[in-house]
Structures are given as C-alpha cells and as structure tokens.
C-alpha cells in the first residue's frame, strides 16, 4: 500500500504535558515545529504559535501542514521554547515513525489521535506531545469546508480468486436458552 510519491500531512499539534527545562517546568513561550526526516530530499516544516496559557501543560490544537517525501521513515516534531536570547531551548523531541499513520488495513485520510514520549537533548523522557496526524490525498483536499465532512471508506482486502470478493458477516447474540 505504500506510495513512491510524496505525500501531504496534516497534523494538529494538540496539546503537550509536563515539559520542562533542567527539571523546571516551563512557565511560558512553548512551541512546536513539525518535520519530515527525510534522508532523500529537503523536507519541508511548519511550526506553531508560542503557547498564549503559559503553562507547563501548553495547548496549541493548531493545524500544520507538512509534505513528507517518499522514503521518509520518521515525522520528528520537535518541542522548543522561545526565549528572549538569539536561540530558543529545546524541551524535547519525539520522533514518529511513518508506520504508526500509514500502510496497514486503515483507510486514506483516516484521522490518527497519537501520543509521544519527548526525549531532551541528552536523551532523557521529557514530557508528552499529543498529536492527530492525516495523509491528506487528492479526494480530501477538494473536499468542501463545510460542516458536512465525507466518510471515507474502510475497505477489507480480499482473495478475489477463493472468496469471490465478497465478505459477509453478521454478528449474532443468543441468549442464554438453558433454563434450571
């Protein structure tokens, strides 16, 4: 099921939970920069707004859109905090593998609701990132905006040649007929 083509993402930044800074927790500016890693082509990035709450437990729910090349194997979204010095901290990085949205028996454009460990500079856990990650595909991007969204539609592969291509299945309840 996997394309040789490059793909579009998009991944809301949600929300992240205890992120912290030489073990102090961060009181404000946090924000979050999501990329390909890509060993093939240059990736694109996109990143969100500094947190507005100023709390260790920022919220974003903010749309990014990133293109990821083919070959990719990893999203990294990486946690930083913007400083009034020329560079911004980084709190952590969690790296996500290609796997966890793509291939498998999910459909095309299916929203996937994801958690991830970050890791600090020195490799220590270092707070949560909550994400939603989509492929968007042609079909999705001329989709209307809307309220009214399209379903898509969750195929179950089949043997063609043994089956017949059809796939039927009912569930069945029976209640328990014994009786004492």
Same mark, same amino acid.
């Not at 990329?35 to 437990?57: F, I, L, Q, V």
């Not at 968007?136 to 809307?146: L, R």
């Not at 379903?151 to 089949?158: A, H, K």
């Given at each position: ?71 990719? $194997?990893? *999203? ?6 913007? +400083? &009034? /010095?020329?560079?911004? #901290? ?43 990650? $989509?492929? *968007? ?6 989709? +209307? &905006? /809307?309220?009214?969204? #399209? ?30």
């Amino acid at each position: 099921m996997a394309n040789t083509h490059d793909r579009s993402l998009e991944v809301t930044v949600i929300s992240g939970e205890d992120l912290r800074i030489n073990n102090r927790p961060i009181k404000n500016n946090a924000f979050v920069t999501v990329k390909a890693d890509s060993c093939c082509s240059p990736s694109s990035h996109d990143s969100t707004k500094p947190d507005a709450r100023g709390e260790s437990y920022p919220y974003w729910n903010e749309k990014l859109h990133v293109e990821l090349p083919a070959g990719s $194997r990893y *999203v990294v979204a990486e946690v930083r905090r913007r +400083s &009034s /010095s020329a560079e911004d #901290s980084l709190v952590g990085t969690a790296r996500i593998p290609v796997s966890d949205f793509i291939g498998g028996y999910t459909p095309e454009n299916y929203l996937h609701f994801l958690s991830y460990r970050l890791k600090d500079a020195k490799g220590l856990r270092n707070g949560i990132i909550n994400i939603s990650v $989509r492929v *968007v595909t042609s079909s999705y991007k001329g989709a +209307s &905006s /809307s309220s009214s969204t #399209s379903v898509p539609e969750f195929r179950i592969p089949v043997d063609q040649e043994k089956s017949g291509g059809t796939v039927t299945g009912v569930p069945v309840w029976y209640p328990n007929q014994c009786k004492s």
